[in-house]
């Protein structure tokens, strides 16, 4: 797939390991790319998920256009493919500065990586991906780093197979990806369940239930708007008023006790990538649902791991492992430090097959990517501690 990776040498500037990972990405086939620093801040907010608001740098332009300084490489390295009307399969890489709001940490900070999009052998293509993620690893000196894994479409078909409203499916597939995720699925809107909050909005929430959602959108707008209110942390009229939609469509009713059992035991399944599949096909038999199509992918993707050399034991699989960005739609992953010297990981990437046509492409576009975060990396040549 790649050329050979470079013995590390960990006395070497950090600069010079950085660039040894860019040439690395090269000599794979990945062409770089420069997208801007300056982005239009509703693509992320639309694409990236609440999660990433709050960590947001926000401006504008003079015509008034929110802008922001780019929390993530990916969105912006998606956009230029688009813009630039690249010839698919494209295969990309990027390095330079993102931004976010991280505490005490830096707002700023480096991250390198790559981006395929348009490939149609899509679990050869994830193979790769994890396989060039672990390569990366060891240009820093870590040979056998902590790997992750999980993978949202499993989820999202066994959604699909249960019988959901549209609203729980959104909430369930939005707690997925955020690692909100509980095996305990009962109503918590009503009655001893309800919380404070649900309880001050408990008769609006009635009174929208089951009203026509043209009819209530522009109410709860209208309402809004008498008000002066024109955004509430971040979110416009418009978002609040969906929210509100929303939470009348969840309290109409809870996930049913056979629903509800079939998720908690799908949830609780983790380990190597083969025993899960096998608890996951069992699980699928006995509660009478097709997850055919999704577990095939699976196992394709476990056999192309085996034929890069990633040693499935290694391999931590779990079902309720996601990342906390909307956009992945199939496998997602995580590499850490198995001595903890990084607190995060170290490259993560996923699936998101979905991103380039929310962004405006004529078809489905098959993406699949990682990120490497170069400040983590460079802690490895931290000594580990006795005993870690």
Known sequence: M?????????TQDPRLLEEALVAHF???GFRRVHPPILQPADVFLDLSGESIRRRMYFTSDAQGREL????????????AVLEEDMPLPATVSYLGPVFRFRGTAPG????????SFGRPDLEAADAEMLALGLEVCAIYGLDT???????????????????????????????????????????KTNGQESGPAEA????????????????????????????????????????????????AELDAGGVSDEAAEILSRYLAISGEPDEASARMRALAQEAGIDLSAALK??????????ALGVDLSAVRFSTAFGRPLDYYSGMVFELHDPAGRADGPLVAGGRYDKLLGRLG????????????????????????????
């Open 108 to 115: 700023e900070f480096l991250q390198a990586g790559v981006e």
């Open 26 to 28: 090269d000599a794979a």
């Open 297 to 306: 992918q699976f196992d394709q993707r476990a056999g192309f791991f085996t």
């Open 145 to 187: 780093p902590e790997i992750r894994l999980g993978d949202v479409g499993l989820f999202s078909a066994l959604l699909d197979a249960l019988p959901l409203a549209p609203a729980q499916r959104r909430r369930l597939m939005k707690d997925f990806g955020q690692g909100r995720i509980s095996t305990d699925f009962r109503r």
């Open 200 to 247: 001050r909005h408990a008769g609006v929430l009635a009174a929208l239930n089951g009203a026509d959602p043209e009819a209530a959108r522009a109410l709860i707008t209208d309402l809004l708007s008498i008000a002066g209110i024109s955004t509430v942390g971040g979110r416009s009229v418009t978002e609040i008023a969906e929210r509100f939609l929303e939470q």
């Open 361 to 388: 492409a004529s078809e489905t576009v098959p993406g699949i990517g990682l990120a490497a975060w170069l400040e983590r990396l460079a802690l490895l040549e931290t000594p580990v501690q006795e005993g870690a």
């Open 68 to 79: 922001c300084l780019r929390p993530d490489l990916t969105i912006p390295v998606a956009r």
């Open 2 to 10: 790649s050329a050979a990776v470079p013995a590390p040498n960990l």
